[in-house]
């Protein structure tokens, strides 16, 4: 069975304290692995898609690597706007579903 | 701002009550996605419909069912409520025209079952 794991549940930084996400995947044969940001209350907002194992994409102060077992949001001098829940989701091959690991909440203190 | 849309945004019911979901897709996207969020459960992948028909189903229970309509938008129809269904409910859209097939998630809709 298709299984994602995201650790820490829960992570508070400092302002400019810089950390990483993980998501560890079980699944045959991966299609994608998907990055979102989801707000108290709002739908998950996309951030990222990586397609195989050493693939790296950036978006201002966010970085996520994948490797063929994990993958990494990396988090650079944080600002308390980036307080937010991260998700990550793997879509396997010949499926468009997509299997949701419970998310890590970041907070972000100023 | 996605592009989905989803009404109602909150919905209080009692037990045993029957309500329905709408979603609007982004403009092109063939493809909705239903899912759960729950507290305990996380994102539950429910149903996808493409261009009008069923495309996959996932932990939807038999109470629960969708449709797309021509227009591309979908309904997600709930019935005989329970207190566990209390959840929110997102709709997702995407084009499905190649493999690179982002979901854009709408803003939900909050169910209450009383």
């Known amino acids: 069975e298709d299984q994602v794991t995201q650790s820490p549940e829960a992570l508070r930084l400092q302002e400019g304290e810089s950390s990483s996400l993980n998501c560890s995947y079980t699944v045959s044969g991966l299609r994608g692995l998907f990055w979102y940001r989801q707000d108290p209350g709002k739908g998950p907002e996309f951030l990222f898609t990586l397609y195989s194992a050493g693939e790296e994409k950036e978006k201002e102060r966010l970085k996520a690597t994948l490797t063929k077992k994990e993958s990494f949001l990396h988090i650079t001098a944080p600002k308390p706007e980036d307080s937010a829940t991260y998700l990550c989701a793997v879509q396997k091959g010949g499926s468009e579903k997509l299997v949701f690991g419970k998310g890590t909440k970041l907070t972000v203190n100023p | 701002d996605s592009g989905v849309t989803q009404t109602p945004k909150h919905l209080i019911t009692a037990t045993g009550q029957r309500v329905t979901l709408r979603c609007s897709p982004r403009s092109g996207d063939l493809s909705v996605y239903w899912y759960q969020q729950s507290l305990d459960q996380g994102l539950q992948f429910l149903i996808q419909?493409?261009?009008?028909?069923?495309?996959a189903k996932g932990n939807i229970l038999e109470r629960f069912s969708a449709q797309q309509f021509p227009d591309l938008h979908s309904e997600l129809n709930l019935s005989s409520l329970e207190l566990g269904d209390s959840a929110l409910y997102f709709c997702?859209?995407?084009?499905?025209?190649?493999?690179?097939?982002?979901?854009?998630f709408g803003p939900g809709t909050r169910l209450t079952v009383l």
């Open positions: 997702a859209s995407s084009q499905q025209q190649t493999s690179t097939d982002t979901q854009y």
């Open positions: 419909y493409y261009n009008g028909e069923e495309r």
